[in-house]
């Protein structure tokens, strides 16, 4: 049996590679949410013994971490490490690389390329990277004014992150307050939540998401504030960048950082959506100037 397992996280028909999910000996493909959506991509899935499929719509992919830790990885004490990805991306192993500007955790391909590289994934190549590491992570993303803060701030709900704040940090002051705030105002973050892990780090890493997502999810009853979709999800994607940082600041995991691969052809439908945004903002700018002229 592998040391090794990398789940590939899906969501739908349209996530499969020619209407297959990428499977190998340590990649193993998931689908989360299936409770709440009622597809069946014919692959694993997040619905089975202890879930929370159905709360896909607010915990996103947590729902496939969720169902791993408690229900797969009790059955296979052999594995050593675990990792998570999505479809359309899959950490570069090997050989590291500076970043040529800043942002650029990403290397586009072609899904043909993709493919390939998902193929190339041994649990030996892993083995003798985890060997000195304990975590290995994507890059920080350069996000621009999309810090945390202002996304909490602006775009979500200022009160979730003082919420999340106290939750973390309690009422502290000071030194250990300025630090947090500073870790969560800066624009570049990691904001991809794909990574390998030692089996330790990861139980330690769920018992700290979903502690989380307990307290927030009480508070937040308590101050009847509405949850909106994926708010779990956001919440640890964006505060993940604080368990790193204080991680890496007392020593306690040796972490790796590294480029995330992402198949072209998903990239282009991002753009593509963008695209069509833009030219129907325009549009729409066009027609309310032509109705104030009028």
Known sequence: MSKVKIFSIYYSKQNLFHGKAIKTDIIEPIQ??????GWDLGILSDDTGDNISS??????????????????LPQHPECEYI???????????????????????????????????????TEDKVLQLMYKYDCIIPYQWHAFDASPYKRFSILENRTIYNVIRKILIGDATGEYGK??????????GHYKPAFIMNINVFNEFMEWVFNICSKITEELMNMRIAMYPRIYAYCIEYFMNYWIYTKQY?????????????????????????NYKRKTKKIEKNLLKELMDV
């Open 55 to 72: 709360k896909n719509p607010y915990y996103g992919e947590l729902t496939c971490w969720y169902w791993v830790w408690k229900n797969w």
């Open 250 to 274: 007392n020593s306690d995991v040796m972490i790796q950082k590294t480029f995330l691969y992402e198949a072209r052809y998903y990239k282009k439908m991002f753009k593509d959506h963008i």
């Open 83 to 121: 990792g998570f990805t999505q479809y359309r991306r899959m950490l570069q192993l090997g050989e590291d690389r500076k970043r040529s500007v800043a942002g650029g955790y990403l290397k586009s391909v072609y899904k043909h390329t993709f493919k390939k590289i998902c193929n190339s994934y």
């Open 179 to 188: 630090n947090f705030d500073k870790c969560m105002k800066q624009n570049e």
């Open 32 to 37: 989360t949410g299936k409770a709440a959506t």
